[in-house]
């Protein structure tokens, strides 16, 4: 019987894990999202928790990565450099990873209480959210682009990743803002103010 490749086991086990990151960190969106359009209010609790959930499965996301890289490249930059796919996912993550730590630092203290000014309030989180949307969907889509590489370059599949971010914001902002905005009406004592019945129509959202 032959012995098993050394690195070739660690990869197994690399792209295993990475592959049951990105499942969690699919199932931990979804559950902020639920946390957050609650019928009455956002859940801080089950938020906390889907926070919490994301950012490890951001932290094994990094490290089995890494660990990929490691193993194909070495780490060698002109190997790096002209794999344009592997500098693409690279990007979109640290964006993600970046846009994680400004939801968690800013939006989601947010909607953790009700706000004077809902719109103004949800206008960040909805912001942040088009973002991590937009990216989690495009690091996906990078996982299976490989045919591309050849023909889009480092360029072209950051052109498609502006593309989407562009549309994914604007439907955050059109739609989901005023969603969130509903959300932050609710008070403690699920008390529901009439801010938005009382804003005129046809105004644009502060």
Known sequence: MELLDTSALLRMLALYTHV?????AAASVVLGDVA????KRVDRVLLRKASRLVFLSLLALWVSGLV????????????ILDKPKLLAKLSVVSILTLNG????????PRLASPQEAPHKAAGLPALLGGVSSASWLFAAFLGVAKPLAIVLHYPGFMA????SLALAIAIALGLMRQRLARQLLISDDDT???????????MPAA
């Open 68 to 79: 990929l890289i490691g193993i194909d490249t070495g780490f060698d930059l002109t190997v």
């Open 20 to 24: 049951l990151a990105c499942f969690a």
């Open 160 to 163: 498609l990743y502006a593309a």
């Open 36 to 39: 957050i359009f609650m019928p």
């Open 192 to 202: 529901i103010y009439s801010v938005l019945q009382d804003e005129p129509r046809g």
């Open 101 to 108: 730590w400004a939801l968690h630092r800013w939006a989601f």
